[in-house]
């Protein structure tokens, strides 16, 4: 079986059970025992898993971590875990710090069952960092993070390879962290660099009370824009292959969307009542999906389509709607969305204005995440 579908089947345990799973010994045997078992680690083998495994530090006699994992006769890895309901970024790691400076690990992971921090020692050797090299999420991950995960198969699992990348993996997601800080809350650092290059005169703060404001709105739009030239690029080429390949006899037409009449909206036919999914509805959709990825990975968002509007679902479920759609007009278009079991239906004029309701989306998310 691939690691993809490893993870799949272990999301699904973890979304089933998670809200049962009270404490720290339960957490290790619903979740963290299978995480490790799908790694290919054997987890009744105590000479690869070793629990509560002991390594004296100084005059502080019989600490425990939770697991040791030994890989090629060498302890390797080490675990710390916590419970499922448990912050990672409160948790007091000393113990983790102080073995994994006593014993040969070269990493170390800290977790709630749900995520997993990767450790290493780049900063300084034989120190374990304070912050992550990796970070992965089994409600929250993308491809690539399966990717990484990987390297700490039983299979994989080779030290120089994944010391070598570490480094360039542990920077490049802090500064995406600190850019995905800027795009949501541009700082007055940013928005003086922008500025600064639109406008000559002396930076006042009446000045920037006229500009700093617009760049927020700014980025979204750029960031709106390359992602609707991709949609649309996308679009292109699946529906040029597939009409590619049917030529070539290899596949049938796939159904085409239909291509609206104007530049507003593609109308549906009331003849015989055919629900067509707009380009207009498959660009609001990719963008919904875009604003919630970093809280529930794509493949769980779907799209819906009826006669009056078209719902963004989580798990393709009409009890976990994400938003619906209302674009069938030509006059005016409308978004649903939705706190707790409450709908409110809110004027757009285009698809770029949902990006307004991004943290609303993201916490909707949540609720399903």
């Given at each position: 079986m691939e690691m993809q579908d490893k993870v799949r089947n272990l999301v699904g345990r973890v979304e089933k059970h998670k809200g049962s799973i009270l404490t720290e010994e339960a957490c290790k045997t619903a979740f963290v025992m299978p995480f490790l078992n799908m790694?290919?680690?054997?987890?009744?083998?105590?000479?690869?898993?070793?629990?509560?495994f002991i390594a004296d530090v100084g005059i502080k006699k019989g600490e425990k971590v939770d697991y040791a994992i030994r890989v090629n006769g060498k302890i390797s890895i080490l675990i710390e875990c916590k419970s499922s309901s448990a912050n990672l970024k409160e948790v007091h790691m000393s113990q983790l710090y102080r073995y994994f400076h006593v014993t040969e690990a070269k990493f170390a992971i800290l977790t709630n069952g749900i995520e997993y921090w990767f450790y290493t020692d780049i900063d300084e050797p034989n120190k374990m960092d304070q912050i992550p090299f990796f970070k992965f999420n089994l409600l929250s991950h993308r491809s690539a993070d399966i990717s990484e995960l990987q390297k700490f198969s039983s299979e994989q699992f080779d030290v120089d390879n994944i010391v070598s990348t570490a480094n360039n993996l542990k920077?490049?997601?802090a500064l995406k962290n600190e850019f995905s800080k800027e795009i949501s809350n541009p700082s007055d650092e940013l928005c003086k660099i922008l500025v600064s290059r639109i406008f000559s005169g002396s930076l006042t703060s009446k000045v920037k009370e006229k500009y700093y404001g617009l760049v927020k709105t700014a980025i979204n739009d750029a960031l709106a824009d390359i992602l609707s030239d991709r949609i649309s690029t996308a679009l292109d080429m699946t529906s040029g292959a597939a009409t590619s390949l049917a030529r070539s006899g290899f596949v049938e037409p796939a159904p085409q969307i239909a291509p609206p009449p104007s530049s507003e909206q593609a109308v549906k036919s009331d003849a015989d009542e055919e629900i067509v999914t707009t380009q207009e509805e498959l660009e609001g959709y990719y963008v919904i999906k875009a604003i919630v990825r970093n809280v529930i990975t794509g493949d769980r968002i779907s799209i819906r389509d009826a006669k009056s509007y078209c719902a963004v679902l989580v798990d393709n479920n009409n009890r976990k709607p994400l938003a619906r759609l209302h674009l069938n007009s030509k006059s005016v278009k409308y978004i649903s969305l939705f706190k707790?079991?409450?709908?409110?239906?809110?004027?757009?004029?285009?698809?770029?204005?949902i990006y307004q309701y991004d943290e609303i989306l993201r916490e909707t998310a949540r609720q399903y995440a």
């Open positions: 790694l290919g680690y054997d987890v009744f083998n105590p000479d690869v898993v070793i629990p509560e920077y490049s997601s707790g079991k409450d709908e409110e239906k809110l004027k757009i004029e285009n698809i770029d204005d």
